[in-house]
Nanobody
């Protein structure tokens, strides 16, 4: 079965950048789409970004505004989320999720059957 492990979170100062990693195991990574979601304190989980099986298709949440980049390395079974110019509003638990590629890049939580445990990102001076 699929296992996802997020790493790279921590306490960062506003304006800095951060790269989160999502290590995939248990199945063939190259046939899965991957998405990142985040949940801030007291808020619902929201969609951040998604990438298709080979990295040719990506999509982002409306709030992203160019500050986030999703990518993947199929040779190393890992997906990434780079966050630039971090703001306090980016403080959240960041989750990666995966689902077999169906030909459509999904942004709904319900489309992803496999989830990691999350990594905490705290943006504060």
């Amino acid at each position: 079965q699929v296992q996802l492990v997020e790493t790279g979170g921590g306490l960062v100062q506003p304006g800095n950048s951060l790269r989160l990693s999502c290590a995939f195991s248990g199945r063939t990574f190259g046939v899965y789409a991957v998405a990142w979601f985040r949940q801030a304190p007291g808020k619902e989980r929201e969609f951040v970004a998604a990438i298709n099986w080979n990295g040719a298709l990506v999509t982002y949440g409306d709030f992203v505004k160019g500050r986030f980049t999703i990518s993947r390395d199929n040779a190393n079974n890992t997906a990434y989320l780079r966050i630039y110019v971090l703001k306090p509003g980016d403080t959240a638990i960041y989750y990666c999720a995966a689902a077999p590629w169906t030909g459509v890049l999904q942004i709904q939580e319900s489309a992803y059957e496999n989830w990691g445990q999350g990594t905490q990102v705290t943006v504060s001076s």
